[in-house]
């Protein structure tokens, strides 16, 4: 007899398309607040993700603690990528943990941040920006990685003691070799592929399928994003975007990708994604739910 399933395990049948339809980046702007929030209000958002060293973290913790029921989580983050606008690791101003770049501020790059940061800083960093969170009156249903940094090999395993320590899920799919060379982390797959049995067999849960290439202008991103949609399988799916409104603000910041998460918002309040889901009977879920589940479940 097989194991059940996570989905299973939470109610749903194994048949069933479960979409975790996932927000990053939620607080690097006043522009992706509204924006997010406004996608949760809409119905089709299920959760998203903070950057907590970022400038508007603040207005994000605001907003949750004033509504409790948005499901959010932390974006764990040892990058910046802007030119002009720039945050700060949390935990020390120590130039020798290789947190900080020669502006003081976090690598604009993954690949700068797995050079040069140390896994004892990137573990207090990550634990700090968690922290910073709780303290702030979020209650953060999962974690993780902006930038993809802390998935790295060098960082992985305090990311997943991170998910023990706090009680809550981390993000981690269930990759084959294939799709983790696509994914442009061909020298990482006997790592990764490895950790997954004994990630299974611990209880951590998995994520059957990941849609997260969904950056870029689009002419009709509702269509865009329906024929994603399109792709998901049975099992659990981790569905990303990144809304943020149309604004001088958004512009300044981050002129390459304005538009486009402008798109990301407007597609993710429009009514006709709401009807694709509901004609395909998508089931939508939250980080929370299974969160709950781990706390009544896995870590007891």
Partial sequence: MRDQTITEKLGFSPTDKVVIFHMDDVGFSHASNI????CLDFGVATCGS??????????TASICRNNPK?????????????????WRALSTVDQ??????????????????????TPEAAE??????IQRALDHGIDVTHIDTHM???????FIQAYLKLASEFKIPAFIPRLS???????GFAEYADMYLGLLPELEASGTVLLDQIIINTGGEQPDKVQYYCDRMAE???GLTHFLFHPAKMSSELESITPDSGVWRDQDYMAFTDKRIKKYIKDHNLKLIGYRKIRDYLKKNVYI
């Avoid at 020798?96 to 940061?117: F, H, K, N, P, S």
């Fill in 35 to 38: 924006a997010s929030f406004e």
């Fill in 50 to 59: 903070v950057i907590v060293p970022s400038p508007w973290f603040l207005e």
């Fill in 70 to 86: 948005y499901d959010m989580g932390v974006h764990l983050t040892l990058t910046c990528e802007y030119n002009l606008y720039r």
């Fill in 96 to 117: 020798d943990t290789g947190l900080l770049d020669d502006e003081g501020c976090l690598w604009r790059t993954a690949e700068e941040a797995i050079m040069y940061v």
């Fill in 124 to 129: 207090q960093e990550m634990r700090t920006q």
């Fill in 148 to 154: 993809g940094t802390v998935l790295d090999p060098k």
């Fill in 177 to 183: 070799r294939e799709e983790i060379v696509e994914l």
């Fill in 232 to 234: 998901i399988k049975p």
